[in-house]
């Protein structure tokens, strides 16, 4: 083929630059945002910071219960961003890891094992999606109630599964699906039971797979704020952004746009290293079965 | 190995998905469905009765209603419609090798990437900023043009509109990247051979190789459709005066304590969604190769 004329090459880069511009900026906003001080916040340039600065930063982390000052008459509060910190942290991980141990065990079953209707199976578990979440969280707080698990963090490792478990499931068992017979055929003939096979040979040869179905269920358990404000009360038990919710942005912007990169970094960087073998776990699950 | 066995152990790691589920959605959605027949509302000073379907015979009669009705398909369809085509474009530009690739790719993967439940908030209060910033004149502005164009409250909901697109369109990205990836080149290659129009090419090769993933992508658009209005709902108590489903029936149950007309109202999507779903299961099940 001849090569490409210079205009479709200009017209090729243009397009990036505004599909990257248009993903990045307001990501790229709320960063400068966060690192500007009061006075550039009101008077400054909002694009750019000329004096960048972490004190929004070290204020969030400000002993909690006592007061930091003044905007007009209204007295400031600080808040136990620590505690967030930690509960999110305890809740995110756990909440992957749940999801991830129950969808590999549910994915192997209907793929692999296929029990009769095994398709229906994996239907119905999709089709938890199409539950409106509306008022859904009134009925669920009496669950969670006679679960004994009122504001507990406990409660949020049951319920942040559900919103990720129905897709994992459904590319673990497309995946162990599309997989050939022959993959574990020889070790199971040779004696090895089938929790060998598939701890020595599935598991390893489905490391994408778990990427994928991981990164999934951290976009989504991370994009959660109404159940998290609902199901956690105390103010010392909230997660970032069911916190971020309880201050008064009017008097604290900066504050809470530090929050808000806070928890918004850490999420990032871990998406972005695990960002390849997401897209690749997703084309394996979904087409090539190795 | 007896088969019998296989099937048992099936069911028993099946289990704890299904357990999860179970608790989580059984007993909310079984209460929903019957609290919609009933007028369960904490203002009453009798007990609760049942009533049948006169919610559901009650909403066929409300104008506000098909207004919210009319509003959630409209908004659910043109936000699907949008983010799957910024989705397919962003995923097209991808698709080929190009200095730079990597860096455009995390780019495009970022606003999904980061978490909404934050940057929503972010996101409403740079739109609508509370206090005097540098932009928030500028932003005011806007407000004032949309609203006053539109209807108070307009500019709210384009606001969520626009940020659920803007994350969605990277989901839809990415995820529609992995099936461009799965195609062969050489089969572009060859397409690239037998037709000259870049049109015909994308409808008769491109869009069929990615059916699946399409399909996967638009059903997952629809539902995530909500998510957000829902957040901003909550984080405004009620700003949003555009009624969709979703928060006319929160409207409903919160503010005025109807919680029987509510779950009715809250459960007519659902019905449309699973049809939806049933359609686009066909395209997405992934095909039997060989014999269990």
């Known amino acids: ?290 | 190995m007896g088969r019998a066995r296989d099937i048992r152990l099936a069911y028993l790691l099946l289990a704890p998905a299904l357990l999860l589920l179970l608790t989580a959605l059984a007993y909310p959605v079984g209460w929903e469905v019957w609290t919609s027949l009933t007028d369960l509302s904490p203002v009453n000073d009798h007990p609760t009765s049942f009533v049948g379907l006169d919610n559901y015979r009650r909403l066929s009669g409300d104008p506000a209603f098909w207004r919210a009705a009319a509003n959630t398909v409209a908004y659910a369809a043109l936000t699907s419609a949008v983010k799957l085509a910024l989705g397919l474009g962003l995923a097209l530009l991808l698709a080929r090798p190009f200095r730079g690739r990597a860096l455009v790719f995390l780019a495009i993967f970022l606003p999904w990437a980061y978490p909404a439940s934050v940057s929503v908030i972010g996101w409403y209060w740079t739109l609508s900023p509370p206090i005097p910033t540098a932009y928030s004149v500028f932003m005011g502005n806007m407000k004032y043009a949309v609203d006053g164009a539109l209807g108070g409250g307009a500019w709210a909901f384009v606001s969520v509109t626009l940020f659920n697109i803007w994350r969605g369109s990277s989901f839809i990205g990415i995820f529609l990247l992995a099936g461009i990836n799965a195609v062969p080149p050489e089969l572009f290659e060859c397409a690239a051979l037998e037709s000259k129009s870049a049109w015909r090419r994308f409808w008769l090769v491109t869009v069929p190789l990615l059916k699946p993933f399409l399909a996967l992508a638009v059903f997952l658009a629809l539902t995530t459709a909500f998510a957000d209005l829902a957040n901003v709902w909550m984080l405004t108590a009620g700003r949003i005066v555009y009624p969709v489903l979703g928060t006319h029936a929160y409207w409903l149950a919160i503010h005025g304590g109807q919680f029987g007309p509510a779950s009715a109202l809250s459960l007519t999507l659902a019905p449309f969604l699973l049809a939806v779903l049933f359609v686009l299961f066909r395209m997405f099940d992934p095909p039997d190769q060989e014999r269990a």
């Open chain 1, 1 to 290: 083929m001849s090569p490409r004329p210079w205009w479709r090459k200009l017209g090729h880069g243009s397009l990036l630059l505004v599909a990257t511009v248009y993903c990045v900026f307001p990501i790229y906003f709320m960063l400068v945002q966060s690192l500007k001080t009061a006075q550039e916040d009101v008077f400054g340039n909002p694009l750019i910071v000329l004096n960048p600065t972490f004190e929004n930063f070290e204020e969030l982390f400000q002993q909690s219960g006592e007061s930091h000052g003044y905007v007009g008459r209204a007295l400031r509060r600080s808040y136990p961003v620590l505690d967030w910190l930690e509960n999110t942290i305890i809740v995110f991980a756990g909440s992957v890891a749940v999801t991830l141990v129950v969808s590999l065990l549910a994915g192997y079953a209907l793929g692999r094992l296929r029990p009769p209707g095994f398709r229906w199976w994996r239907r119905l578990i999709f089709a938890s999606y199409v539950v409106p979440h509306t008022i859904l969280f009134v009925p669920l707080y009496q669950v969670i109630v006679s679960l004994n698990l009122e504001n507990n963090l406990l409660a949020l490792l049951v319920v942040y599964p559900t919103l990720a478990v129905p897709f994992c499931v459904w590319i673990f068992s497309a995946y162990f699906q599309n997989l050939p017979r022959a993959v574990e055929e020889s070790a199971l003939v040779e004696g090895a039971s089938r929790l060998t096979a598939f701890f020595r040979i599935l598991l390893p040869m489905s490391k994408p797979v778990v990427v994928a179905a991981g990164i999934f269920a951290l976009g989504t358990i991370a994009s959660d704020f109404t159940l998290a404000s609902i199901l956690l009360l105390d103010a010392h038990n909230k997660t970032i952004p069911a916190g971020l919710a309880t201050m008064e942005v009017a008097l604290d912007e900066l504050l809470a746009v530090a929050g808000i990169n806070l928890m918004a970094i850490p999420v990032v960087l871990i998406c972005a290293v695990f960002a390849r073998g997401y897209v690749r776990g997703l084309t394996a699950a979904m087409v090539e079965g190795a």
